[in-house]
């Protein structure tokens, strides 16, 4: 492939600085491409910038030179990475593992990369490893969405973090709680649609806090407390689905599985305690704004709940009537709901989003990285109308956003509509999971 002519470069660069950043990023300072810039080389950040505006004026406009751009410069900073990933001998230039091979060691990268930290006693390694893995979720949310690699990256972020002599050091840099937050927040929602119910990597703790100056209320609206509903949402889809697994299960537990579900449904429905007044240190987002962006994803939340609750415990009346004690695994539902279910009360809980949702303007960043609730309330439409609204929805925030991952949220919606599957089963079959890739819906 040819190299890009100067005036080319400043092009692209220039689109990415004035416009790629601000949809990446709500946080005003933007402040990834300033730590990349601090930590890595001039060529490495470079190149980073390069490879996501490319990947996105192909998006927006065709072209395969912009595609075969985008690729070029990301494959450039696969190439630090790899350095680190390959923990055993071999060529250099060799892929980087799926997260089911043996060649992936998470203890034998961190020692690596401790190792190298050591030998140049202030080393910040680590920290552009940490700003490379963020960069290649974001290059795969612009290009589809669709991640062979999106797993294995989230949990050696989390790893990375989460050990200990790194984790001082990040305290003692200026701004890295915030694509910290960021992993966190795509980390967790992309578990949410995981059809194995894996559970997230990251630590709760890195959704910061609400009277913090880093935290998910300043990145895109939507208060800590509510992620850190959606996290325990989550831990819950793994939970049960085990629990199912089994060849029996006794009543007992499936009557506390169903409170525990109750309990995180209303913790849900009290969003509206995690919402302050003011955020400190300013904020780009209304109180107003901030209180909508809560129920939003609130309402979102809720309807998984339900749809877990029809699958999982449609017939616990039943059973309780018969005075059982034991299901057995023939009596069971299925471990992982396969058909979507629409119910009246979940109608009106897409009908309340989508009336919330038009009132917040669709340029809003709070709007254009509220990405996973509108997809899950797509899904979840039933009616004639809701089904148009949420597929108007989805249109303009492709058409402001230009990512990749709304197109391929589009398909996966029309699937379930078409076929009345679950998302679930969407996701785990052929051109999914099933050949390694996971969805991000980020």
């Not at 007992?252 to 240190?281: G, T």
Request: proline share 4%; with cysteine; charged share 20%.
């Amino acid at each position: 492939m040819r190299q890009l002519e100067k005036k080319e470069e400043n092009f692209i660069l220039k689109h990415f600085f004035e416009k790629v950043i601000f949809l990446l990023d709500a946080h005003p300072q933007n402040p990834w491409p300033q730590l990349m810039m601090k930590f890595g080389s001039m060529d490495l950040a470079k190149s980073c910038f390069l490879s996501l505006s490319s990947m996105h004026l192909y998006v927006n406009n065709g072209g395969d030179e912009f595609y075969k751009n985008g690729l070029l410069h990301i494959n450039n900073t696969m190439e630090y990475l790899i350095k680190y990933v390959k923990t055993s001998g071999g060529n250099q230039s060799a892929k980087i593992p799926n997260e089911n091979e043996d060649g992936l060691d998470i203890k034998k990268i961190i020692s690596k990369i401790k190792s190298e930290s050591n030998k140049k006693k202030k080393s910040t390694d680590f920290v552009v490893i940490l700003l490379l893995l963020y960069v290649h979720l974001l290059f795969a949310i612009l290009e589809s969405g669709r991640s062979a690699l999106a797993r294995m990256f989230l949990k050696l972020a989390a790893s990375i973090a989460s050990e200990p002599m790194f984790n001082e050091k990040l305290q003692q840099i200026e701004q890295s709680q915030t694509f910290l937050c960021v992993i966190s927040w795509f980390d967790t929602v992309s578990a949410l649609v995981s059809p194995d119910c894996r559970i997230p990597y990251c630590d709760p703790k890195w959704f910061g806090e609400s009277k913090e100056n880093i935290s998910t209320d300043k990145m895109n609206g939507c208060p800590v407390g509510m992620f850190r509903v959606l996290y325990d949402l989550s831990l819950y889809r793994k939970e049960i689905m085990l629990m199912f697994d089994e060849q029996q299960v006794f009543l007992q537990d499936i009557k506390l599985m169903h409170k525990k579900l109750m309990d995180l449904r209303d913790r849900l429905l009290h969003y509206r305690d995690h919402v302050l007044l003011e955020l400190p240190h300013s904020s780009p987002f209304t109180f107003i704004d901030r209180l909508k962006c809560a129920q939003l994803w609130s309402l979102a939340g809720n309807l998984l709940t339900i749809q877990l609750e029809m699958h999982y415990f449609k017939n616990l009346r039943f059973w309780i009537e018969q005075n059982r004690s034991i299901i057995l695994k023939s009596d069971s539902p299925d471990s992982i709901p396969l058909n979507q279910i629409y119910t009246d009360r979940a109608t009106k809980m897409v009908t309340e989003f989508l009336f919330v949702y038009k009132t917040i303007s669709p340029s809003s960043p709070i709007i254009t990285q509220m990405v996973w609730p509108i997809f899950y309330v797509a899904v979840s439409s039933c009616t004639k109308e809701n089904r148009l609204q949420s597929w108007a929805a989805l249109e303009t925030l492709y058409e402001t956003v230009k990512m990749g991952t709304i197109k391929s949220l589009m398909d996966i919606v029309e699937t379930v509509w078409t076929k009345g599957c679950s998302i679930e089963s969407v996701l785990a079959g052929p051109g999914w999971l099933e050949n390694g890739i996971d969805m991000l819906p980020c």
